[in-house]
């Protein structure tokens, strides 16, 4: 989290991270179900990670809370559509549920609780490419899950009228069946490729980068949090931009709402791009940046606090709410981003990777509204939240 007050902190305890707590020397994941698809499941998701370094137990973090996001889209596309238990017999095959057994029934928010605890459970496995491999009827298991979460993220997408794989979307159901027969009578099949094309998979199959690189085209378009960078000994943005904005507060005294609303939007670039080593982004990372917050909402009412920032940028994709203005991209967003890199760069000894950057901005960004507040200097000129 960036913020003013912890730019002037020295001694305060670091937090482990989102998603992550820390029991002894150990990390664990932690995730709770939206109340849209499990309204009364108060047990939280958790993930033990082990005792690992902080920055790992971080990636690990964001890329599992990634794919559990992605989940619980497909569930609430299900839902809406009245076709939300379609794969949950598959499901509850696995996990040893009992159809027959009445009194072991289990209700929709435990079977989603399960369902998703046992699919992060498998992207760990590839996130962490465990040596020794794991024994072949776990492996089998977890190749089982992948299957059947590829057919339905295909079938979700072709329910939702986006592009989607026809040789998993079309037949759901009977691919699904195959899928499990096939792993489940032949011990030596481990693959997830559709048993009906008539080939076999060659190579790591990974879930975690199926959900990351499906449908991206450019850098531009890849998820900026997972971008792979090199190793750097310098400050993270978040802490270099708590230092920017404590050093503000020093020269005006006092915290401003400026201030407030700079925090929020450099936390928002956090949350969107990811928080690495200050000299590690690129002018990719701003325009990336750009083409997502062009559908961030202008009004307050359209941001619910339960709602991830993508999330809530992809809920105005079609602009049925009103976006905000190319003057707050330009002279808003980017005049208090850009700072925190040159201020850092002269802090920390480092070349400006965004010095001089040309960006695009685009052409259905509403045309800026007259209004002007007092800035924190000539670059930082916050219109709208």
Request: aromatic share 8%; glycine share 6%; with cysteine.
């Amino acid at each position: 989290m960036i913020s003013a007050k912890q730019g002037k902190t020295t001694h305060s305890r670091p937090s482990p991270g989102l998603y992550l707590i820390k029991t002894g020397s150990a990390y664990m994941f932690q995730m709770r179900l939206p109340k849209t698809i499990a309204d009364d499941c108060k047990r939280p998701i958790r993930i033990g990670l082990g005792v690992i370094p902080k920055a790992e137990a971080r990636r690990i973090a964001d890329q599992l809370a990634a794919i559990a996001r992605e989940k619980f889209k497909q569930i609430e596309i299900g839902m809406d559509a009245g076709d939300e238990t379609e794969f949950w017999p598959l499901m509850e095959d696995m996990l040893g549920f009992a159809e027959e057994d009445s009194s072991n029934a289990v209700d929709s928010s435990q079977r989603a609780w399960l369902g998703i605890t046992m699919l992060l459970k498998s992207a760990l496995y590839d996130i962490r490419e465990p040596n020794p491999s794991a024994p072949p009827e776990q492996a089998r298991n977890f190749a089982m899950m992948r299957g059947l979460v590829r057919i339905g993220q295909e079938k979700a997408r072709k329910d939702a009228g986006q592009d989607y794989d026809k040789e998993y979307g079309d037949n759901p159901e009977l691919l699904a069946k195959h899928l499990v027969d096939r792993i489940q009578n032949d011990p030596n099949t481990i693959t997830t490729t559709p048993p009906m094309s008539g080939t076999q998979a060659q190579g790591k199959i990974s879930a975690w980068a199926g959900l990351v690189n499906a449908n991206v085209k450019t850098e531009v378009d890849k998820d900026r949090r997972y971008v792979e960078r090199e190793p750097s000994d310098k400050p993270l943005f978040s802490t270099a931009a708590s230092a920017y904005l404590a050093q503000r507060v020093d020269a005006m005294g006092k915290p401003s709402k400026d201030i407030k609303t700079a925090e929020m939007r450099l936390n928002l670039f956090v949350e969107l791009i990811g928080d690495h080593p200050i000299d590690r982004y690129t002018p990719t990372d701003l325009q990336a940046f750009i083409n997502l917050v062009q559908f961030w909402p202008s009004k307050h009412k359209d941001k619910p606090s339960h709602l991830t920032a993508r999330e809530i940028i992809d809920s105005n994709r079609d602009f049925s709410k009103k976006s905000i203005a190319k003057n707050t991209l330009q002279n808003g967003f980017m005049g208090v981003i850009k700072p925190v890199f040159s201020n850092a760069a002269t802090q920390s000894a480092f070349d400006n990777p965004v010095k001089n950057v040309a960006l695009k901005y685009p052409k259905a960004a509403r045309d800026a509204v007259n209004i002007t507040r007092p800035s924190l200097e000539t670059t930082f000129v916050p219109v709208e939240i």
